[in-house]
């Protein structure tokens, strides 16, 4: 029977560096999009897929992020006593996701690649199979793309990676998986993947995107490469290589979410990203629309 994964990594140690000059003093997880920082989104989805422990790996210059999940007491019962008490309640409720999720900070070290905050993180671990989800996308889907990730996992047993279908021609954008076997529910056996192919090249229509179920050898894997990264300093350590390295004789799997997906790093996909969760919302949505129209036609909205 597959372990309970119960615990997660957010890696947030990048630098936003396509996202500059707005990431120049804030962290590119803590732009907004709609009514909360994006990391904010990941937090909430991992917790209401029942993760109850959750590691956020980060690097100088993220103060900003704890700063946001740390209770404020003190400036809820401000707010309470002016009489602003839907302010106070959405405070309250940030401070309260960091018990939920039982949030730990752990500084990255060792070499660049996506693939070392997952090693940092998982030497707290132990043998158990863990989620990561990257801060940069937004999910919005009627089951979380967390707990469909977990499903696949607990169907298998087996490492699992999200995969969104794809136009081709955005193959050079994505890591593309090669498909051994179309199997029922969006489920994909893998063997491996091709890490930004040409349109000719891709060997599937589908894209990796950012979501794991990592196993234990796995985690083996990334320690090879972080090992003979120490000896030899040459490269990056990715996680598609340690995947693609366990895919060689283990089995993976890829699972198809279901749900839409909003990326935001870089300004086109953040400005969409804000754009959609904006639309979405019940109170901002039908005034935007309506000057979107608007401006479609030249005629001014008023405010």
Partial sequence: ????IRRAVIPA??????????????????LPVGDRPVIEHTVRELIASGITDITIVVSGGKGLIQDHFRPNPALVAQLREAGKTGYADAVEE????????????????????????????ARNFGDEPILV?????????EVPRAQQLVRAYEATNCPVLALMPMDRADAPRYGVPVVKEDLDG?????????????????PSDYAAIGGYVITPGIVDELREQTNRWYEHRTGEVYLTDAINAYAGSR??????IQ???????????????????????PAYGPHLRRLAQGLGT???EPV
């Fill in 94 to 121: 940030v401070g309260e996701l960091s018990r939920a999720g039982h949030l730990t900070y752990l500084d990255q070290h060792g070499p660049y690649g996506n693939g070392t905050p997952v090693l940092n993180a």
């Fill in 133 to 141: 989800l990257w801060p940069d996308d937004v999910f919005v889907a």
């Fill in 251 to 256: 089995a993976v799997y890829g699972q198809v």
């Fill in 186 to 202: 969006g489920l994909l056996r893998i063997t491996g993947l091709v890490e930004k192919p040409t349109p000719e090249e891709a």
């Fill in 13 to 30: 140690a990048g630098l936003g560096s396509r996202l500059l000059p707005l990431t120049k003093a804030t962290p590119k997880e803590m």
């Fill in 259 to 281: 749900g839409s997906w909003y990326d935001t790093g870089n300004p086109l996909a953040y400005l969409t990203a804000q754009f959609a969760a904006a639309l979405a919302d």
């Fill in 1 to 4: 029977m597959p372990q309970t």
């Fill in 298 to 300: 030249g005629a001014p």
